[in-house]
DNA sequence: ACGCTATTTTTGTCGTACTAAACTGAGTGA
DNA sequence: TCACTCAGTTTAGTACGACAAAAATAGCGT
């Protein structure tokens, strides 16, 4: 069995094609935002024909490494983290087809801020924890308009996956968002429950800034436990435990 | 701004076939393993040109929803959350090509580790246990055989990911497995350096049996850092901070 | 120098054709 | 009867040409 990355030996022409420019964007010769040189002279280039071409091209599109516009001419776009987001989001909105497929998931977040909250309570500096009280500001400042509570609520997560310095965590948030999004937005949402999920932000806030890692993650794991049981009855899920 | 997994109102031709296709998989009308109708039958069904059913099947298997080897029938693959990685695999690797990207997916790895050993240490079952006893065994009988080792020593780890009843933790490790295993199969095993790993390996085992998450953890981001010292070698990195 | 229009590219899609490989079934031999 | 071989058929991979529509560009007029 091969690794799960590879690419076999390239039998598809249209392949090579691909792993050249995919080099070329790591190499910096094609520039991030710039377009990609026209469908012919890429087939002059490489000797191909139009169709083996465009089909590098969709798979670069696939891939998330080029940004193709329906007439326009395709941008490459230079990796990031979330460029990560954009290659699973068809994936994912598959497995999200099932109501397992969305606990799935929820438990990855809960999982992973119940990390990142340990390490916010053990390695916070000044400036994440002032960024966390602003967040936390917001967020109260919202409750009684539930539409930007909403926004609030998620930046306050978003903060939490920022103060950690590395780079996956705040694509992995944008990731989460996106996917859990239109499950949460056939939420019901009400001022109180707003109120509601603001103390539990508060609560872990203050967690954090007493350096208690096991209550910050007590308090994370009882507020999206919480959250889960509001969003958990918007599922029409007939409880099939069989399939 | 868009989510991140959308896809714009179908300019593109292929693009509604995709989305027939997908839900068509999803609805289990195309059974697993089973094979896609011919380029022809598609064309006559969604009365498109060849060239766009072809568009769409390359997207299909950049997604990772249809396994196609070079010359035969594109085979239906059911979505799991291997399918992710395999998604992800070539962003990932792009990613990869920067020393920092191999340090960030590596801090993941530890990140998640943590998380899971922590977790292992306060609700592992017997069999779980029995699980990890069993795999430290074999870690411990190939001290000597480097090659080997190394699979065991997957095997361990992967061990901890299969405590959590999660399904994408699993798919996690064999993402960290692959996208890390070339940047390791560099490094040199040496005896000492296994019996040493195997050392960390039986403190983490320990830990979760005495149900102390927090040694357990501890004894994981040493093993782990350790391992890292190894690696970091291997990288021709020109400690380029600058770029 | 600026805005509008006409011309040229370029992309999206279609059709056809040809090759080589995979699939199918009939026929042959043990 | 079964397995094996070999031709014929189907299909995927690739190439070439064509055309409409939209974008990019050049040219024109003011």
């Known amino acids: 069995m091969n690794y799960i990355g590879e690419a076999a030996p390239d039998c598809r022409a249209a392949d090579a094609?691909?792993?050249?420019?995919?080099?070329?964007?790591?190499?910096?010769?094609?520039?991030?935002?710039?377009?990609l040189p026209s469908e012919r002279e890429l087939m002059l280039e490489f000797g191909a024909s139009r169709t083996?071409?465009?089909?590098?091209?969709?798979?670069?599109?696939?891939?998330?490494?080029?940004?193709?516009?329906?007439?326009?001419?395709?941008v490459?776009?230079?990796?990031?983290?979330?460029?990560?987001?954009?290659?699973t989001g068809p994936v994912i909105r598959q497995l999200l087809n099932d109501p397992r497929g969305v606990k799935?998931?929820?438990?990855?977040?809960?999982?992973?801020?119940?990390?990142?909250?340990?390490?916010?309570?053990?390695?916070a500096t000044k400036s994440d924890i002032q960024n966390l009280k602003a967040a936390l500001a917001a967020n109260q400042a919202s409750i009684s308009d539930s539409d930007e509570f909403y926004r609030t609520d998620t930046?306050?997560?978003?903060?939490?996956?920022?103060?950690s310095d590395n780079p996956v965590f705040p694509a992995i948030h944008q990731g989460f968002f996106s996917w859990l999004a239109p499950h949460w937005d056939r939420m019901q949402r009400l001022p109180e429950r707003n109120e509601q999920n603001y103390l539990a932000h508060k609560?872990?806030?203050?967690?954090?800034?007493?350096?208690?890692?096991?209550?910050?993650?007590?308090?994370?794991?009882?507020?999206?436990?919480?959250?889960?049981?509001?969003?958990?009855?918007?599922?029409?899920?007939?409880?099939?435990?069989?399939?």
């Open 203 to 243: 609560t872990i806030y203050e967690a954090i800034l007493e350096r208690d890692p096991d209550a910050a993650e007590d308090a994370l794991i009882e507020h999206l436990a919480a959250a889960w049981e509001f969003v958990r009855d918007t599922f029409d899920w007939e409880d099939d435990a069989t399939r």
């Open 76 to 87: 490459v776009r230079r990796v990031g983290y979330e460029t990560l987001m954009i290659a």
């Open 17 to 35: 094609i691909v792993a050249q420019i995919e080099q070329r964007i790591a190499a910096g010769v094609l520039v991030d935002a710039s377009p």
């Open 104 to 123: 799935s998931l929820y438990d990855m977040r809960v999982f992973t801020e119940r990390g990142l909250v340990r390490d916010a309570a053990l390695r």
């Open 155 to 163: 930046a306050f997560h978003g903060t939490l996956y920022q103060i």
């Open 52 to 74: 083996v071409v465009r089909e590098a091209i969709t798979a670069l599109s696939n891939r998330g490494l080029i940004e193709c516009k329906p007439r326009f001419r395709p």
